[in-house]
């Protein structure tokens, strides 16, 4: 999931929780965002299991909770 680098962190937390219930289960969201933002308040039912950083990109590696 690559939104644009403009999407505010609200905004992107709303997108995550309307697209959980559309997620199979062991599914792996893979989002990309600036590294300058802030990480994301994970919405309930989303876990974050990894991070990397790639010089101005940060992606983030989550799966539906069990």
Do not use: H, I
């Amino acid at each position: 999931m690559d939104p644009p680098y403009p999407l505010t962190n609200p905004d992107l937390e709303e997108l995550l929780d309307l697209l959980l219930p559309c997620l199979a289960e062991g599914a792996v969201l893979v989002l990309e965002r600036s590294s300058r933002t802030p990480e994301p308040a994970w919405p309930a039912g989303l876990e974050l299991f990894a991070a990397k950083k790639y010089g101005e990109t940060q992606l983030y590696y989550l799966e539906p909770a069990a």
